[in-house]
C-alpha cells in the first residue's frame, strides 16, 4: 500500500479512509470494534469520526478500537465538531466555548490525549472565521490537536480561513471533506483548484454515492429495504435518481468488461482524482470492508477516464450530493 501525504503537511495516512457513521447507529458495538480491528490490520491508518454521529457512540468505540489495537500512535484519528450535541444555545456551531468544549468531550470519548485531524464538520456564517480560527489555533498550540481542517465548505469559506491563518500566523487548513464521486463532481469546478493550489488534501465522503454506484440500484421505483433513501429519507431519497441510476448501470457494464467488481472501479475513480488523498469509505457490516479492501492496491485503469467523462462530463452533476448545506441546495436543480 502506499501511504500519501495529506494536502502540503507531512502526515501520511492510508489511500482509503475508514468511516464511522454506521457505528452505533446500525452497527452495534462489538460488530464495529472488529470492523475497525479488521480495518487497522489492513493497514488503514485513517478514521473519520464525528462528536455528533450516534451521540457521541461512533468516538466511543473508535476509541475501544484503538485500545484494543494497541497501537495509538499508528492511527489518524479525524473528527469533527459543529453540529448540536444539546439543547441549549451554545451547543452548536463554531464559535469558540463550543469548538474547545468539544474537542475536551471527544478527547474524554475516545480516552486519548490528542486528536491527529480536527475538523469543521460545516461552516458557520454566523460566528466570525477569526474567532474560529483562534480556537482551533489554541487548540493546536496546547498539544490537543495536530492538524486542522473543515467539511462540506464551499471553496471561498476555505480561502477565507487559509486567509486569516496567513494574516494572523495561525495553523491552517490541511484538508477538506466534500461530497465527490461521479454523479456530482461539481467540487472540479472551484475546490479542486483551489485544494491544488493551496495544498489542502480532500477526504471525499459519498464516494460511492449512497450505493448507486456499487450497483445497488436498479430503479427509483424499486430501492431496497434497507437502503439510506428509505430508512432515512429526505435528502438520501432525493441523491437516488433515474439519471443517476443510470449512470451507475453505465459503470457497472465497464467494470464487468473489466473484471473488476463496480464499488471497487467507482472507489478507486474517486481516490484517484486529482486533490483526492482518501475517500472515506462507511461499512456497516464486515463484509462492506473485506469487498472493499482490494481497494487499497487497485489503481484505476487511466484509459478509462473518457469513458467516465462521458458518463458525467467534469464539473457536472447529474444528481445533487451538494445538498448538506444551504448555500449548495440550489446550485443546480437536476433532480429526476
Known sequence: MQYRYLGRSGLKVSPLALGTFNFGGPTPEDESVAIMLRAMAAGINLFDVANSYNEGRSEAYLGRAIREFGRRDDIVIATKVHYPVGEGPNDRGNSRLH??????????RMGVDHIDLYQLHRPDFEVPVEETMGALNDLVQQGKVRYIGTSTHPAWKVMEGLGVSERRGLVRFVAEQPPYNLLDRRVENELVPLCLQEGIGLIPYAPLAQGVLAGRYTSKADL????????????????VNDRGIAVGVGVARIAGEIGVPVAQLAMAWVRDRPAVTAPIFGPRTMAQLEDMLPVLDLAFPAELEAQFDALVPPGSAVTNFHNGCRWMKQVLEINA
Open 224 to 239: 431496497p429495504a434497507d437502503s439510506r433513501a428509505v430508512v432515512r429519507g429526505g435528502a438520501y431519497a432525493d441523491r
Open 99 to 108: 469548538i474547545i468544549r468539544e474537542c475536551e468531550r471527544s478527547l474524554r
